[in-house]
């Protein structure tokens, strides 16, 4: 039997934007900025609402990985009924082109983790020209499976991030990879790339975009490079607050 639910009014609360961070240092000038402030904690995840600029922002710790990062904008979406979500933060650079401090907005986000090998037999190894890539599925109408091999931004979003002044490095329109991987191997991350075509990798930016396009909410990764081994292996943690803060001048921009 099929149950169907129909919501007949808007919620009790219903924001403008859910910007999500997984760290600390991703969110810091975010909540900092955020007028009227309240924190809220649903199971193992936290949320603060309030307003930036002439928006109504709920701030999300996602906490890391495809796990929390699924979870939290799921209960962010059926919380707070935002009219779109903005997942930023640090990434690695898989791109050789990309400098430290270089900030990706995400034209598509593609998880990078999901492969089909074909059969080896025992002993020939395991080898990397055999995988080929997996594509997500989505029942978006309840009925027909929808094909996502990565998952589009939102326009109108891509183009208020790609207007912000930013002045540490570059801002490019870019492919957004993520999974629950940190690689460092240049061979591996060559073949990455070619296979995937993905300029930077983090381990929520896919999985968010997923659960939002699933549950039709517009969707948007920015991604900073804070760390790179083509050019610049050690970890920068104040990317994070650089990111937040580009993400937190395009929401006061944003009319």
């Not at 199971?43 to 929390?68: L, M, Q």
């Not at 990764?221 to 990111?243: L, N, T």
């Amino acid at each position: 039997m099929r149950i169907a639910i129909i919501f007949l009014a808007c919620p009790l609360y219903c924001a403008d934007l859910l910007v999500q961070g997984a760290i600390e240092p991703e969110l810091a000038p975010l909540v900092a900025a955020l007028q009227g402030k309240q924190e809220l904690h649903i199971a193992a995840w936290t949320f603060w609402t309030g307003r930036i600029g002439t928006k109504s922002v709920v701030i999300s710790r996602t906490e890391v990985g495809p796990i929390n990062a699924a979870a939290a904008t799921a209960l962010g979406i059926e919380h707070f009924h935002p009219a779109a979500i903005i997942n930023q933060g640090t990434a690695g650079g898989i791109n050789p082109d990309l400098a430290l401090w270089d900030t990706v907005i995400g034209e598509t986000t593609t998880d990078y983790g999901a492969f089909r090998a074909q059969h080896g037999d025992l002993g020939s190894g395991s080898d990397p020209a055999r995988w080929t890539p997996l594509t997500h599925s989505l029942r978006l109408d309840g009925v027909k499976l929808t094909a996502f091999p990565n998952f589009p931004a939102d326009p109108q979003l891509m183009a208020a991030a790609l207007r912000v002044k930013y002045d540490r490095g570059k801002v490019r329109k870019g492919n957004i990879g993520s999974a629950f991987q940190y690689n460092r191997e240049l061979d591996r991350i060559k073949w990455l790339r070619r296979t995937y075509g993905i300029d930077t990798e983090d381990m929520e930016s896919a999985f968010s975009a997923g659960v939002a396009a699933g549950m039709n909410v517009p969707f948007l990764a920015i991604r900073i490079v804070s760390d790179s081994e083509w050019s610049h292996p050690a970890f920068e943690k104040i990317a994070g607050e650089y990111c937040a803060q580009f993400t937190t001048d395009m929401i006061r921009a944003m009319r």
